[in-house]
T-cell receptor, first 114, second 109 residues
Framework: ETGVTQTPRHLVMGMTNKKSLKCEQH?????MYWYKQSAKKPLELMFV???????ENNSVPSRFSPECPNSSHLFLHLHTLQPEDSALYLC?????????????FGPGTRLTVT | GQNIDQPTEMTATEGAIVQINCTYQ??????LFWYQQHAGEAPTFLSY??LDGLEEKGRFSSFLSRSKGYSYLLLKELQMKDSASYLC??????????WGAGTKLIIKP
């Protein structure tokens, strides 16, 4: 248990569906992150939030839409995804973005787009 | 561009020692991290190096040479539970983490 939880753990969705991934951290951190992890590839940073404000969007397609209502919760809304979006989506948190604090990861949501 | 290189896969024997290397080329440097990730689980923090030299934490040690753009993770007295992927990540001048693809470590009895 890292103090970061993600739901659901597994998700299968069609290309026309709309779904949301949820992340919650119980560590009192101020920064939260979404990453995409594909097999044998480096982690790809998608979005960064610091004190609920988005500070990074790494050229992520608009079919991925993040939401951070407070410092403890982070959502990733998905719509009209493509099969190549199938991957493990990891949420992480840290004390502060833009600093050397280590990141704590959730277990991820394994997403399959059919 | 920014790049982190580490071997894709390594195999070692239970009880032995293994060294996982990581070389990097990044825009600036604000520290190097090692994470462990068991299959189907979250990456977990192992170590952070920002100054040259060796940092020891129990059976695990991490080394950094900034002039060579090089780090290694040393695992001693290997146990079966050490079978996992080991991720190297460098924090660049913008405090963004640049990740390697990970090294899958297989431990054999």
């Amino acid at each position: 248990e890292t103090g970061v939880t993600q739901t659901p753990r597994h998700l299968v969705m069609g290309m026309t569906n709309k779904k949301s991934l949820k992340c919650e951290q119980h560590l009192g951190h101020n920064a939260m992150y979404w990453y995409k992890q594909s097999a044998k590839k480096p982690l790809e940073l998608m979005f960064v939030y610091n004190f609920k404000e988005q500070t990074e969007n790494n050229s992520v397609p608009s079919r991925f839409s993040p939401e951070c209502p407070n410092s403890s919760h982070l959502f990733l809304h998905l719509h009209t995804l493509q099969p190549e979006d199938s991957a493990l989506y990891l949420c992480a948190s840290s004390q502060l973005a833009g600093s050397s604090y280590e990141q704590y990861f959730g277990p991820g949501t394994r997403l399959t787009v059919t | 561009g920014q790049n982190i290189d580490q071997p894709t896969e390594m195999t070692a024997t239970e009880g032995a020692i293994v060294q996982i290397n990581c070389t990097y080329q990044t825009s600036g440097f604000n520290g190097l991290f090692w994470y462990q990730q068991h299959a189907g689980e979250a990456p977990t923090f192992l170590s952070y190096n920002v100054l040259d030299g060796l940092e020891e934490k129990g059976r695990f040690s991490s080394f950094l040479s900034r002039s060579k753009g090089y780090s290694y993770l040393l695992l001693k007295e290997l146990q079966m539970k050490d079978s996992a992927s080991y991720l190297c990540a460098v924090m660049d001048s913008n405090y963004q983490l640049i990740w390697g693809a990970g090294t899958k470590l297989i431990i054999k009895p």
